[in-house]
């Protein structure tokens, strides 16, 4: 079991660029959620979806945000016009369950920029 | 929504001692309660967590206690080495919300040798 896979791991933007995160979570885990982390702070919850649908977007901005997980393929969390406040880590965490209280593994990140 | 306080935010110890680390939490529903340690660069990784009903749980030298009736939960770390030096997270969940963490502000913890 590769555990949850993130790409890229590091990525630089320019003001303006698009970025796009990828996030596989482990095998046979269909709950998929996002955390930003600001440099030297905690994470913060910003959104969960299962394959096909988006269930809590309740940390998410209202703009330039958006976040998706298909039936094939990775979950998406999509950023466009990117600003500097963007520049954070972006972590991905999956489970298998989202009604039972379990262990939710996070993978290692991506580092975005904004120069 | 809830809320999860975290203190202290540094604490620096002598390698042998032990570190406790403090956390409360608004939302009564919640009912899971993870620890985590983060390495400079590296992921969360979960090292205890605990559940409502239970009070206390041990792993070799890390303990959790929790009171819900107060709304905390604390982190002992006994018998400190230079490798327990990371950033600690505390967070709470509940299955009503999705079970998605919210989390503490974090404690770097120093331990010198």
């Known amino acids: 079991n590769a555990g949850v896979m993130q790409n890229p791991r590091h990525l630089v933007r320019r003001r303006g660029q698009e970025a796009r995160l990828r996030c596989s979570p482990m095998k046979g885990h269909s709950h998929v959620y996002w955390y930003r982390q600001l440099p030297e702070e905690g994470l913060k919850f910003m959104v969960y979806?299962?394959?096909?649908?988006?269930?809590?977007e309740s940390g998410m901005p209202k703009e330039r945000f958006s976040a998706e997980f298909p039936k094939e393929g990775p979950s998406i969390l999509r950023i466009q016009q990117v600003v500097r406040g963007d520049s954070a880590a972006y972590f991905c965490a999956s489970s298998p369950s989202g009604t039972k209280n379990t262990e939710a593994f996070f993978g290692q990140g991506t580092r975005l920029t904004v120069v | 929504g809830e809320n999860v306080e975290q203190h202290p935010s540094t604490l620096s110890v002598q390698e042998g001692d032990s570190a406790v680390i403090k956390c409360t939490y608004s939302?009564?529903?919640?009912?899971?309660f993870p620890w985590y340690k983060q390495e400079l660069g590296k992921r969360p990784q979960l090292i205890i967590d605990?559940?409502?009903?239970?009070g206390e749980k041990k792993d070799q030298r890390i303990a959790v206690t929790l009171n819900k009736t107060a709304k905390h939960f604390s982190l002992h770390i006994t018998e400190t080495q230079p490798e327990d030096s990371a950033v600690y997270f505390c967070?709470?969940?509940?299955?009503?919300?999705?079970?998605?963490?919210?989390f503490g502000g974090g404690t770097r913890v120093l331990v010198k040798p």
């Open positions: 939302d009564s529903a919640s009912n899971y």
């Open positions: 979806l299962q394959k096909e649908n988006i269930i809590d």
């Open positions: 605990i559940r409502s009903n239970v």
């Open positions: 967070a709470a969940s509940h299955q009503a919300a999705g079970n998605k963490l919210t």
